[in-house]
Nanobody
């Protein structure tokens, strides 16, 4: 499976930005599987943080406290794509955002916390100017 992430860029504080992650391919020839997918971010000098995740098994979502109420994750199953809508952006949201995916049957919250995934996408950098 490959992940293609896009959408990073420069945005002013208070603005909005959408990140998109599309996956393609298969796991050992299987193209239909339950999965967890989500976004991690890492800012310079900070620990990597699981920001938001989605589970296809129970359709649950998870948001870290730092983004709850401002970010929304949604899935387009037909396109194998998840979109992270980021609103009311703050300078502290500046980071490289990574899309992650694993075969997975649990809930979104645990998926976002395990920090161990089958696939990591290339990062996309978001810079929020004050």
């Amino acid at each position: 499976v490959q992940l293609q992430a896009s959408g990073g860029g420069l945005v002013q504080a208070g603005g909005s930005r959408n990140l998109s992650c599309t996956f393609s391919g298969s796991f050992n020839g299987f193209t239909s599987f339950f999965y967890g997918i989500g976004w991690y971010r890492q800012a310079p000098g900070k620990h990597r943080e699981g920001v938001s995740c989605f589970s296809s098994a129970d359709l649950s979502t998870y948001y870290s406290d730092s983004v709850k109420g401002r970010f929304t994750i949604s899935r387009d199953a037909a396109k194998n794509t998840v979109v992270l809508q980021m609103e009311s952006l703050k300078p502290e949201d500046s980071a490289v955002y990574y899309c992650v995916l694993s075969r997975y049957k649990g809930g979104a919250e645990y998926f976002c916390l395990i920090n161990d995934y089958d696939v990591w996408g290339q990062g996309t950098k978001v810079t929020v100017s004050s």
